[in-house]
């Protein structure tokens, strides 16, 4: 894995500190998962080229060891497969959004930032937006998105085809359904939150003393959590595991379409789950090729058959079919095998085989062939 992190902060190889953390704090305002048109995987990136770039150390060797610098991930939190969630991405920019009251924000070097809200690089533009406006703004949990591809044989894009897809990623408990309890446990109130699922934080800022509130992360913001924990999942209500997907691929799907199977993505306690994207691939045809619901093919036919005419056995993606060649047939005809095409979404219906044809003339004339066509000549032909 090598990545260029001054090309992921669009900076120079000699931008000064300041110019990194402007460029990182531009990007990741803009990139922000919670944001419209956010990013989880570029926002990740952006954070893994700050963490670096930003520390003397570790960017005078990434600059030494060139793109290939492998400690990028080793400060605090690492950023491998985190989830499109606030509070994981507040624990990778190393401080806690979890845990009882007295763990709190972390807003150290808040006042060391004109213009932008910033403390240990991490943007709190959003937070401070909800501080602001006073709103009580619950931000709904959702499961990561999954993306994977599949491809085809030209056929099953043509007729659909049902595909089971193994995929490793998180799911809900099947032991404790998502509960996070033991089966048959009783729920109690949950002390981090004492039952309310929000917590209210005073904070001291150089505004003065603000009230944050926020999702408890204990009970998901259910108020409730079981007396005994669920020891397949440890009582978090969820975990990684294989699970396999069937996936419905319609007949006549193009290739680089896209299928959403809603909710098929990754699961998250106390949210909905994610989707799953699957992008189709079509392998092309040795014959055939798709243009709308018709299958088009080219047929190189004997000059004697084009201009006789004749019957040629077609192998159709369903067998053979007989297609008449009319005498006098030519270079650039079309003929149609009706109701052999791809099927119409919807009306049932089908589209037709188109094939073009071309008169294949011969390279060269045996003594009698040239004698006949002399003839031909004669005739005036
Ligand atoms: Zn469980
Ligand atoms: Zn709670």
Redesign the pocket.
């Known amino acids: 894995m090598s990545k260029d992190y001054y090309q992921i902060l669009g900076i120079d190889k000699k931008a000064s500190k300041d110019e990194v953390k402007k460029a990182f704090r531009k990007l990741a305002h803009k990139l922000h998962p919670d944001k419209k048109g956010g990013d989880i995987e570029k926002f990740k990136e952006v954070n893994e080229a700050y963490t670096v770039l930003s520390d003397d150390q570790k960017r005078s060797q990434y600059d030494m060891y060139g793109q290939s610098f492998a400690g990028a991930n080793s400060g605090a939190g690492g950023f491998g497969g985190f989830q499109g969630n606030w509070e994981d991405i507040a624990r990778q920019a190393g401080f806690s959004a979890q845990g009882g009251p007295a763990s709190g924000w972390d807003f150290s070097g808040f006042a060391n930032n004109r213009g932008g809200f910033s403390a240990e690089g991490f943007d709190f533009g959003d937070i401070f937006g909800d501080i602001f406006g006073n709103s009580q703004r619950t931000k709904t949990k959702r499961g990561r998105d999954i993306s994977i591809d599949i491809e085809l044989p030209f056929e099953e894009a043509i007729f659909g085809v049902e595909r089971n897809v193994l995929l490793n990623k998180i799911s809900i408990c099947n032991i404790c359904n998502g509960t996070g309890g033991k089966k048959g446990t009783e729920m109690k109130s949950?002390e981090?939150?004492n039952g309310k699922?929000k917590i209210r934080e005073l904070k001291k800022t150089i505004f003065g003393s603000i009230e944050m509130t926020r999702v408890?992360s204990?009970?998901a913001g259910e108020?409730k959590i079981p007396k005994e924990k669920c020891d397949f999942c440890d009582g978090l209500g969820i975990l990684k595991k294989e699970e396999e997907v069937k996936i419905k691929i319609p007949a006549g799907i193009d290739n680089g379409e896209m299928i959403r199977l809603s909710g098929a993505g990754e699961a998250v306690k106390g949210g909905a789950p994610g989707d799953l994207y699957i992008k189709i691939h079509v392998k092309t045809h040795r014959v055939f090729h798709k243009e709308g619901n018709d299958l088009v093919m080219n047929l190189d036919v004997k000059l004697s058959d084009a201009l006789l005419g004749t019957k040629i056995d077609i192998h159709t993606l369903e067998g053979l079919s007989t297609l008449n060649i009319p005498e006098g047939v030519n270079t650039g005809d079309i003929l149609q095998i009706k109701g052999k095409g791809v099927p119409k979404y919807g009306s049932g219906g089908r589209g037709d085989i188109l094939v073009h044809i071309r008169v294949a003339l011969p390279k060269r004339l045996s003594k009698s062939a040239r004698e006949s066509i002399q003839k031909l000549k004669e005739e005036g032909l």
């Open positions: 949950c981090t939150c699922g408890c204990v009970c108020g």
